[in-house]
């Protein structure tokens, strides 16, 4: 699903996923499942599948 994306949408997604995973790694311990959704809601703040496609929505 994820190659699906908008290239932005991707960079959105990898950079979230990152950053989740290091602060879950060193705080909790990591609960990958939990870093894919924080991850997908940073997408979905800013992309929204419409028709089958994602696009960009305006942030203002």
């Known amino acids: 699903m ?3 994306l908008p ?3 991707q960079d959105i ?3 979230a996923f990152n950053a989740a995973w ?3 790694s060193s705080t909790f311990g990591v609960d990958e499942a939990s870093v894919h ?5 940073a997408v979905k703040r800013h992309y929204r599948k419409i028709r089958g496609v994602w696009q960009r ?3 203002g």
């Open 37 to 41: 959704r924080i991850a997908w809601g």
């Open 2 to 4: 994820r190659h699906a």
């Open 22 to 24: 290091a602060h879950q």
């Open 57 to 59: 929505v305006d942030d």
């Open 13 to 15: 997604y990898r950079a």
């Open 7 to 9: 290239a932005h949408a």
